[in-house]
């Protein structure tokens, strides 16, 4: 199982992002979001981190708060408006085959 963390402002967006993800994932992995505040204290089993397209600027501050051992990416923007649960699922499985 693919454990991805998703981090936005207030974890509200990227609630519904994550039971679609979760939903399409059908057991393949298992998505959790966060906000900003609370994310670094889920980070331990995580595989991938997901920024959302507006705190992006957060990412180099998570790859120091994680030691560099963890993928840190934004997602794509486009896909986080719509919603595309498929796409960015296929950005985690690119992630995931480059470690």
Same mark, same amino acid.
């Given at each position: &199982?693919?454990?991805?963390?998703l981090?936005? =402002? @207030? *974890? &509200?967006?990227?609630s519904?992002?994550k039971?679609?993800m979760n939903e399409l994932? /059908? *057991?393949?992995?298992s998505?959790? @979001?966060?906000?900003e505040?609370e994310y670094?204290?889920? $980070? /331990?089993?995580? %595989?991938v981190?997901l920024?959302g !397209?507006?705190?992006?600027?957060?990412? %180099?501050n998570i790859k @120091?708060? $994680? *030691? =560099?051992?963890? !993928?840190?990416?934004?997602i %794509? !923007?486009?896909a986080? *408006?719509?919603m =595309? @649960? +498929?796409k960015i699922?296929?950005?985690?499985d +690119?992630i995931v085959g480059?470690?």
């Amino acid at each position: &199982m693919i454990n991805v963390v998703l981090v936005c =402002n @207030a *974890g &509200m967006s990227t609630s519904l992002l994550k039971a679609r993800m979760n939903e399409l994932g /059908e *057991g393949k992995y298992s998505v959790e @979001a966060y906000s900003e505040q609370e994310y670094v204290k889920h $980070t /331990e089993n995580a %595989d991938v981190i997901l920024v959302g !397209p507006q705190v992006r600027y957060l990412i %180099d501050n998570i790859k @120091a708060k $994680t *030691g =560099n051992k963890i !993928p840190v990416e934004s997602i %794509d !923007p486009l896909a986080y *408006g719509r919603m =595309n @649960a +498929t796409k960015i699922l296929e950005q985690v499985d +690119t992630i995931v085959g480059k470690k």
